[in-house]
């Protein structure tokens, strides 16, 4: 495992972006920008670099934080560890 392979930019964000791919099972040091260690998790599913997944169980309907704000309301539960994405996530942005 590297020093951390996943970031998130506040603590209190829902989610956490793969700085490399990550595969299924794998366990993942994920670390804030700031350099705050927030543990390690491991994921459900392959996440491609770039992507975003859970860091913890978020329920349907619940808005996702990532930035500090709202990205987004889940449109299904989300699993610790799951990709967050289109499939689950949909956008506020244009709302």
Known sequence: ????????????????VAIADLATGSQVKVMTIE????????VLEDI???????TRDIPEGKEVIKYGRSIGKATQ????GAHAHTQNIKSVRWA
């Open 48 to 54: 491609p670099l770039g992507h975003k997944f859970a």
């Open 77 to 80: 539960a989300i699993a610790r």
């Open 1 to 16: 495992m590297a020093e951390h392979s996943a970031l998130m930019h506040e603590a209190a964000d829902d989610v956490a």
């Open 35 to 42: 350099g705050q260690d927030m543990g390690t998790l491991a």
